[in-house]
């Protein structure tokens, strides 16, 4: 919208008593309360990037494309269709044009009770403004809706007669009066304006369809929905060729027709829509519980999260694998880290993603770049389990990293991987709250439909929901997004049903999480990835919110809610300590014993103690999880637990400590074993070397045919050279059976611990918003203050100096223009007599503004005042201000 658009005058409109109706967008703005400026800026943070001088400034913004587009995505269904026909609608609209324009013909009191709503909420977003007298849609977004040939209004209608005959020829538009039964006129602006008046006469519209052929009628009825342009040969049929000639088909092309708006409306009883939806639609109920199952189903898949977060970490508490060059894990290593947690590369992705975007995962930075642990992960290893879910789902719940776009494509074609870049999607915070707050408004224990739980989010932003892939804001004169991406694999919603626990990570988890293609839409892709990823991380328990996820989004905890419920100021780290505080209680209990067995296996029968489970997983190796998880101890965890540095008599006494049961014999004799060669090889780097005070043994390494690999050759009794590396000797020896120790260069044991390697000091990645942050309290009221000063500045009626050859007039909006002498002396004559000047001002960075301030003292080549625009005493340097003028007396 342009700076005529701001200037264009109205009429005053009957029975406003008199009072002069807005003829501006910044009138209509100028006549809002502060309440009603900060409403507008807080459904459009993007007219505060920066803000605005005044509230022409602030009308003239309002009035972009970008910000237009913007603001048309935040509509609900209903007030999209209100402003889809107001698009089409005469401009100004009266209030009752608009009224049928939605309920036709027989009326609608549905749409009746919510059409107030709906133009409220476009004026409160300054999309439209007057009195309901005037409606007026501000000129970008009528652009934007209203029919085109390149852009089809989402109502199906087309051009007015008006416009559709804006090229025809004088002689051809009395051809079609006097087909239609209509006097000739003198001129085209008659014509037309006759053969309107017949296409919006419901009688005499109907009488000439009397006479219309069927098959003509049937003509019409293809078109009348929309899209209302067809083709044509040079020789039409003829029921065609009755309509062109009757004005019912317009040329729109040598080739083209379209069907006129008027003749559309009439055909359609004068809806603008088909279906209308006043209402949003209502949530179905797939399936109902008990609160208390819920909660456990939903307890238990967190603990199961916690542990798998856990093993994922731990498995590459040595470095992880390496970072591609372009960002992100390779396929293969995704598939490998899939394999060892048990679960698809779907959700391998989002478990990598979740501890990525929680800070417990990170790239080291290395030459050899690896993904790695951070040293935030060993915090989070000693918060108390509900603490540690409560960090993760903040991190989810806030966070922009979208798993399930891996394994797509992005704008380019190039395919997205875990960890990579491309991932971060603006949208997936306010979906998966909006998903989660749309549960909450059902009674706890009862899971929602997700086919009704997508419709409900298409009919809250149905603009939204045409955005595919990465970038390209919609089109919402077409209905068409303009980004690219693929949906890849995606999480799908089933019906089946879960165990809460599950006998691995993520393999049984309420509503059936599986891999389909789902829709192509994003935000309803991030919805059913939001039910899915909800449910693997314990926010929902077989599809219903538990009640620690209403603790987390600050939602009632024992009754349903109407409407969205909002965070009332509440921070989200008291949010999460509220649900930490719930899920403790639902949480398994740590034990501090586990219970040996004969068949060298070690059963936990719950989660164990932090210290006891670091040891029992260097001692042992896991072989299956469930309620109990069983370790089993072999030669090689033993051996590993010795080259951390103990002996064997500290494994028998941390056994005998930690076991309700006794050391089985097998248990000690292996321990006992493995001890007795553990170290018995020493190898260190020469490139590398064998060390052993037994030359039989060596020997024996050289004679066996598996060393061959190893290139090793005697350079004395007891010393062995290999042209390898050390570990890979290690690794060589180890599987042919020895139990050789690392050396120092001093001859000393090396220990290698579990956790040894971390990155540096890493932050959480932040998240990418989708457009400006939504701006708190204080900052609304600040720019409100200042819209309304500088307003009040910009608005100040100056006193016009008299137009000589040396002083020209002065055009409007531009800055004052005296010399210094004068500049000098109008500011001390103004702070003597304590009244405000208008001046021009030019800052450091060379932008100008205009000001209205109240000098105080002048002095040292600086003028100190109150300044009206910015609220406040500030201090200018004369020789930056450009002009002074004095305010009008009435100003004063």
Not at 111 to 130: C, F, K, N, S, T
Not at 546 to 564: D, F, Q, Y
Request: hydrophobic share 40%; aromatic share 4%; charged share 20%.
């Amino acid at each position: 919208m342009g700076i005529g658009e701001l200037d264009r005058e109205a009429h005053v409109p009957a029975g406003t008593g008199g009072a002069a109706a807005p003829r501006t967008l910044a009138e209509a703005l100028r006549a809002r309360g502060d309440e009603g400026l900060a409403a507008l800026l807080r459904a459009r943070p993007d007219l505060l990037s920066p803000v605005p001088n005044d509230l022409t400034q602030l009308a003239t913004r309002a009035g972009t494309r970008g910000s237009v587009v913007r603001a048309l995505e935040r509509l609900d269904r209903f007030t999209l269709q209100t402003a889809e026909a107001l698009a089409v609608a005469p401009d100004p609209a009266p209030y009752p044009v608009l009224l049928a324009l939605l309920t036709g013909d027989d009326g609608d009191q549905d749409i009746e009770a919510a059409l107030p709503r709906a133009v409220e909420m476009l004026r409160d977003q300054a999309l439209v403004w007057g009195e309901d007298e005037r409606l007026r849609l501000v000129r970008t977004a009528r652009e934007l809706l209203a029919p085109s040939p390149q852009h089809p209004s989402p109502t199906g209608l087309g051009p007015t007669v008006s416009e559709a005959t804006a090229g025809m020829s004088p002689g051809r538009i009395q051809e079609i009066l006097t087909a239609a039964g209509l006097p000739a006129t003198h001129d085209p602006v008659s014509a037309v304006a006759a053969l309107t008046e017949l296409f919006t006469d419901r009688d005499r519209m109907g009488a000439l369809l009397d006479t219309a052929p069927s098959d003509a009628l049937a003509v019409l009825d293809r078109l009348v929905w929309g899209p209302p342009y067809g083709e044509v040969t040079a020789n039409p049929a003829p029921p065609v060729r009755w309509l062109r000639d009757r004005g019912l088909l317009l040329p729109a092309s040598p080739r083209t027709v379209v069907l006129p708006r008027e003749a559309a409306l009439h055909l359609r009883g004068g809806r603008a829509h088909r279906s209308p939806e006043p209402h949003a639609p209502a949530l179905a109920v797939l399936r109902e519980y008990r609160p208390q199952v819920v909660d456990n189903a939903a307890a238990g898949q967190a603990y199961t999260a916690l542990a798998t977060v856990e093993e994922l970490l731990k498995s590459w508490d040595q470095g992880g694998p390496a970072v591609l060059r372009a960002g992100g894990m390779s396929v293969r290593d995704l598939r490998r880290t899939a394999s060892a947690l048990d679960v698809t590369e779907q959700v391998a992705a989002f478990w990598l993603e979740l501890a990525y975007g929680a800070g417990l995962l990170a790239s080291d930075g290395e030459a050899d770049e690896r993904y790695a642990p951070t040293p935030a992960y060993d915090d989070w290893l000693d918060l108390p389990p509900a603490e540690r879910w409560a960090r993760l789902a903040t991190a989810w719940l806030t966070g922009t990293r979208t798993s399930g776009l891996v394994g797509g494509q992005d704008a380019k074609g190039r395919a997205l991987s875990a960890l990579g870049p491309d991932l971060d999607r603006g949208a997936a915070p306010e979906v998966r709250r909006r998903v989660l707050t749309l549960q909450a408004t059902l009674p706890p224990g009862v899971a929602a439909d997700p086919e009704t739980l997508l419709t409900r989010l298409r009919w809250e932003r149905p603009l939204r929901g045409t955005t595919a892939g990465t970038a390209g804001a919609p089109d919402p004169g077409s209905g068409a997004g303009s980004g690219a991406g693929t949906a890849g694999g995606a999480y799908g919603v089933g019906t089946g049903h879960g165990s809460g626990h599950g006998s691995g990570h993520g393999s049984a988890v309420g509503p059936g999480v599986g891999m389909v293609h789902g829709p192509t839409d994003l935000r309803s892709r991030l919805a059913l990835w939001t039910l899915a990823e909800a449910e693997l991380l314990g926010i929902t328990g077989r599809g219903a919110l538990g009640s620690p996820a209403r603790a987390l989004l600050n939602l009632p905890l024992a009754e349903a809610v109407a409407e969205p419920v909002a965070e009332h100021g509440v921070e989200l780290s008291v949010a999460a300590s509220r649900a930490a505080t719930l899920l403790g209680p639902l949480l398994p209990e740590a034990v501090d014993h586990v219970l040996l067995q004969a068949d060298l296996t070690a059963v936990a029968p719950g989660p164990l103690r932090r210290p006891l489970a670091d040891m029992l997983s260097v001692l042992a190796d896991v072989e299956s999880k469930g309620g109990a998880t069983v370790y089993r101890f072999t030669p090689g965890s033993v051996r590993r637990a010795l080259d951390a540095g103990r002996s064997a008599s500290d494994l028998q006494d941390f056994l005998t400590a930690h076991s309700r049961t006794p050391v089985p014999q097998p248990l000690s004799y292996l321990i006992d074993d493995v001890a007795r060669k553990h170290g018995h090889l020493r190898i260190g780097a020469a490139s590398a070397y064998v060390r052993c005070d037994d030359d039989a043994l060596l020997g024996e390494i050289l004679a066996d045919k598996r060393s061959a690999s190893l290139r090793l050759r005697r350079l004395a009794p007891t010393v062995l050279a290999a042209q390898t590396d050390p570990a890979a000797l290690l690794d060589g020896l180890r599987s042919m059976g020895y139990a050789p120790a690392a050396e120092s260069a001093a001859g000393d044991v090396l220990i290698t611990r579990a956790d040894t390697y971390r990155t540096g000091a890493r932050t959480a990645p932040a998240p990418v918003p989708d457009g400006p942050p939504a701006p708190d309290t204080t900052l609304l009221g600040a720019a409100v203050r200042a819209i309304r000063a500088g307003d009040a500045a910009a608005t100040a009626v100056r006193k016009e100096r008299p137009e000589t050859a040396e002083v020209p007039a002065r055009a409007s909006g531009e800055l004052p223009r005296t010399s210094p002498a004068e500049t000098l002396a109008t500011v001390q004559a103004a702070a003597m007599t304590g009244s405000a000047v208008w001046i021009g001002y030019v800052n450091a960075e060379g932008a100008a503004s205009q000001r209205v301030i109240a000098p105080v003292r002048v002095e040292g080549g600086f003028v100190t005042g109150y300044d009206h625009t910015a609220d406040e005493v500030r201090t200018y340097p004369l020789h930056r201000i450009t002009g002074v003028a004095e305010l009008a007396d009435d100003q004063v």
